[in-house]
């Protein structure tokens, strides 16, 4: 059975946390998904996941925190019962600018998570549009990201994989066996959205999801989060993602 979650980024610029979680909780989701931000008042956030009814089955986590603190990082995942961490994001000052760079990054990533997977919990990447630009012998990032060892996991954040002008279908078969979980994100038509960074609620936007809906499943992708970068109504967006992803 397909999980839903949210991811609570999206609602960052709308607090308070406390609404938030209410609002998701009414209308409908179980799960969510957090991100490093959130964890400065652990315990408030564990009462507001209780008191809603809602579980944070997966976390993003920045990777300097990871490398940095991992016993902090393994407490967090212990209260909250984490499953799934992903790191997010790579600024990009840091980022590697040619094949062995991206390689050695895919190194230091999975020597990062062993921590946690020797504690039981996946480890993986989610990717933005900047990992399939092709480096200066044509590899693409995210291949050697996940190159670097088998227990590497993705997130595949479809929305951007189409904004970098790749497939998102083909990436889903070419990554099968390797998808922890998927950020199920819409872009919107041209010209619309335009306040909300081009990004669209999902199934309101130019995502072909029958498609993309049948090739995760194929892959075995069960776990399936509502995503978007700069949503001007967080209600709305999450009222009709859930919607959408139900009737998918």
Sequence with gaps: ??????????????????HTLKMLADAGYREVEGYGGLFDDLGGLKAGLDANGLRMTSSHIGLDMIEENPARVLAIINDLGIEKVFAPY???????????????FGKRL???GKPLLDAGVQFGWHNHDFEFHGTETGDIPLDL??????????????GWVAAAGHDPVARIKKYAGRIGAVHVKDIAPDGQCADEDGWADVG????????????????????YVAEHDNPNDDKRFAIRSLASIQNF
Excluded at 90 to 103: C, Q
Excluded at 204 to 223: C, E, F, K, Y
């Design 204 to 223: 309101h936007g130019v995502m072909d999801w029958s498609a993309i809906h049948t090739a995760l499943q194929a892959a075995g992708v069960d776990h």
């Design 110 to 112: 999975a020597e990062a």
């Design 1 to 18: 059975m397909t999980r839903i979650s949210y991811q609570l980024y999206c609602s960052r610029n709308h607090p308070p946390l406390a």
């Design 90 to 104: 790579i600024g990009v000052d840091d980022r590697p600018s040619d094949t062995a760079g991206w390689r050695a």
């Design 145 to 158: 990201i996940a190159a670097a060892s088998d227990d590497m996991m993705l997130e595949l954040d479809l």
